[in-house]
């Protein structure tokens, strides 16, 4: 049985900095891509950046500039540095997790951005 269990959204101001962390437990394969995605009210879930177990990533171009996806392999922890936060940036985010034909996801995160 894999988990994953989200930690660190919250309300920030616009042009604030939040950093979402994302801890992975139970039979994972060491090679697994493991990413965010955000789901704002009334929109559908879009992906936010993914990271390869070997570091490669891939950002969504509306947030490319203003957030870094990392990972600690050791820990089975994916994080997510967010900057200068827009209050378009509110959502629900999720923590993603893949390996061979398996997914799983986290139950979400709330970041809400105040203008």
């Known amino acids: 049985q894999v988990q994953l269990v989200e930690s660190g959204g919250g309300l920030s101001q616009a042009g604030g900095s939040l950093r979402l962390s994302c801890v992975a437990s139970?039979?994972?394969?060491?090679?697994?891509?493991m990413a965010w995605y955000r789901q704002a009210p009334g929109k559908q879930r879009e992906l936010v950046a993914k990271?390869?177990?070997?570091?490669?990533?891939n950002y969504a171009h509306s947030v490319k500039d203003r957030v870094t996806i990392s990972r600690d392999n050791a820990k089975n922890t994916v994080y997510l540095q967010m900057y200068s936060l827009k209050p378009e940036d509110t959502a629900v985010y999720y923590c993603?997790?893949?390996?061979?034909?398996?997914?799983?996801w986290g139950q979400g995160t709330q970041v809400t951005v105040s203008s």
């Open positions: 993603y997790l893949a390996f061979g034909s398996k997914e799983y």
């Open positions: 139970g039979s994972i394969f060491s090679g697994n891509v």
């Open positions: 990271i390869t177990s070997g570091g490669s990533t």
